[in-house]
């Protein structure tokens, strides 16, 4: 069943669906084109997955496409990514020209006929260069910006001013030398999605008993994240052992592999070499595959949430799990404290803090009731701020706003 608004009554009160039905009204059949580069893995791919039906049902005639590329682009891209996030770059000709004419070829048999178009993230930004422009373009970039490397930034800066909008996912990663119109979009998840949404408790651990062996023998904590050196598997690897010490439990770190993201099986692979023992006596389970009901369930079985993030653009994991009850103990990096107050539903730390992080763990495993408090409260801030139906609405003024239909 394709999800309509109407789905979300009960969810969210019924003043937010009859405010969308309204703003909705200036926007019937106008035509927005979505492209991002991957149908699949990542908060990107699963934002539009809903986003772009719910427009679709209230009226607006909404597009998604995918840029077609090889794993050499994606190589690249990923370069970009991590220097937008701070890292070096070494952009040689090779990698300036596969990125543009990987853009330059997907323009051309792309037809563009739509009233506005929406590019997410740094993979499609070159092909507002191989238009004609018609119509507004907007750069949604869900990067956490908030210390990029120069050279990245002087590198993009040409295609970005050529964009109408900017968009980013905090105040702070908004950037004072792009002399372009910037907003911020919280992110949001979808309650309604298999990863959200609540089954029968038999339903899932049935599933996860397919992954986990002996499931109730033990809890266990859990971080759900690709295998990505900003997420640091191996901290929470580090956090765990100390946990261990303490409180018998297991480790589960569920990363599925984004088909954008190459440097994820590197990353998988030396876990899985340097952790051979924990992994054989069952305590340490990593598992790589995508799969939606799987990580509800983990979300929803875990005692507690990690999210160990070095940076992090918003965190959809960490609102999934709070929207699961879940209080989450994670870094206070990029998105993560507009989500968590710390000590209210959840723990924020220094990144670094392997010692807090698992003496907060242990509080939480120790105190279940504190736990549950702290989860419900993290439910209703997600209801409250981060929904779908919030970022349908942000969408919405963006659309009327840039289409002078106000
Ligand atoms: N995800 C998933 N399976 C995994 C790992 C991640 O479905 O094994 C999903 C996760 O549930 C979330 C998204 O990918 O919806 C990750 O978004 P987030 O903002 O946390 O991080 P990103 O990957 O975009 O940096």
Same mark, same amino acid.
């Given at each position: 069943m394709v999800i309509t608004l109407e789905n979300y009554r009960g969810i969210v009160d019924d003043a937010v669906i009859t405010e969308i039905y309204r703003k909705a009204r200036r926007l019937y059949n106008k035509r927005i084109l979505n492209i991002n580069s991957t149908f699949q893995g990542g908060g990107v791919a699963e934002m539009l997955t809903t986003l772009v039906p719910l427009m679709n049902d209230v009226g607006i005639d909404a597009g998604w496409r995918i840029l077609h590329a090889n794993e050499d682009f994606f190589g690249v891209t990923k370069k970009i990514h991590n220097a937008l996030q701070g890292d070096k770059i070494r952009l040689t000709e090779h990698k300036k020209d596969l990125y543009f004419q990987t853009n330059e070829n997907f323009s051309v048999y792309t037809h563009i006929q739509h009233d506005i178009v929406v590019i997410h993230d740094p993979q499609p930004l070159p092909l507002i260069k191989f238009y004609k422009k018609r119509q507004p373009w907007v750069w949604r970039c869900h990067v956490d910006?908030?210390?990029?490397n120069e050279e990245i930034c002087d590198f993009l800066k040409p295609l970005i001013l050529r964009y109408d909008v900017m968009i980013v996912?905090?105040?702070?990663? /908004?950037? /004072?030398?792009?002399p372009i119109e910037q907003k911020v979009f919280y992110p949001a998840i979808d309650p309604l999605s298999v990863k959200n949404r609540d089954f029968p408790e038999e339903e899932f651990d049935n599933f996860l008993k397919k992954f986990v062996?002996?499931?109730?023998k033990k809890p266990f904590i859990l971080q759900v994240s690709r295998f990505d050196k900003w997420k640091d598997p191996e901290g929470v690897i580090e956090v765990w052992k100390l946990v261990k010490e303490e409180f018998d439990v297991r480790l589960i770190l569920c990363g599925s592999m984004a088909t954008d993201d190459p440097e994820g099986w590197h990353i998988f692979g030396r876990i899985e070499r340097k952790y051979s023992k924990l992994i054989e006596s069952g305590d340490l389970v990593l598992i790589n595959i995508e799969n939606n009901f799987l990580v509800n369930a983990l979300q929803r079985r875990a005692a507690v949430v990690i999210q160990k993030s070095l940076r992090e653009g918003f965190g959809l994991t960490v609102t999934e799990a709070l929207w699961k009850g879940k209080p989450v103990v994670a870094s206070n990096v990029g998105g993560i404290p507009l989500q968590i107050k710390d000590g209210y539903n959840g723990f924020l730390l220094d990144p670094t803090d392997i010692e807090g992080f698992a003496s907060r763990i242990i509080e939480l495993l120790r105190n279940p009731e504190m736990a549950e408090v702290m989860g419900k409260r993290g439910k209703e801030l997600v209801r409250e701020k981060f929904l779908i139906t919030r970022l349908l609405s942000n969408y919405m003024d963006l659309f009327t706003e840039l289409l002078g239909c106000g």
């Open positions: 910006l908030s210390n990029p996912s905090h105040e702070n990663y /908004k950037r /004072k030398e792009l062996p002996d499931l109730h």
